[in-house]
């Protein structure tokens, strides 16, 4: 089975830029579909953004977040990557990517319970 694991978290400024990295431990990244979620303190986990299997043909972004994120995939790295733009003191939040088989129509890349397999998550504090 495939391990992501998380990285890039950090704190910075509001306004600013981070780009957060998935990368894969224990088989190839590319036959799984790769999403993000956050998770603030108090609050239920909630989708961010997520990227196809494959060549990374199909992305899905948060409707409130579109526009400040960037999803993608490297497969020669075994790695996916989010780039949050313009961030602000609310997209402080633990952030998860996650991996699952997109193949049959029906995945739905916005819902935790289409990713088998979780990362531990990494901290993005943004600071007002």
């Known amino acids: 089975q495939v391990q992501p694991v998380e990285s890039g978290g950090g704190l910075v400024q509001s306004g600013g830029s981070l780009r957060l990295s998935c990368a894969a431990s224990g088989r190839t990244f590319t036959a799984y579909a790769v999403g993000w979620f956050r998770q603030a303190p108090g609050k239920e986990r909630e989708f961010v953004a997520a990227v196809s299997s494959g060549s990374g043909a199909i992305t899905s972004f948060a409707d409130s977040r579109k526009g400040r994120l960037t999803v993608s995939r490297d497969n020669t790295k075994n790695t996916v990557y989010l780039q949050m733009d313009r961030l602000k003191p609310e997209d402080t939040a633990v952030y998860y990517c996650?991996?699952?088989?997109?193949?049959?129509?029906?995945?739905?890349?916005?819902?935790?319970?289409?990713?088998?397999?979780w990362g531990q998550g990494t901290q993005v504090t943004v600071s007002s």
């Open positions: 996650a991996a699952g088989v997109d193949i049959g129509g029906s995945f739905d890349y916005s819902l935790t319970k289409s990713y088998p397999y």
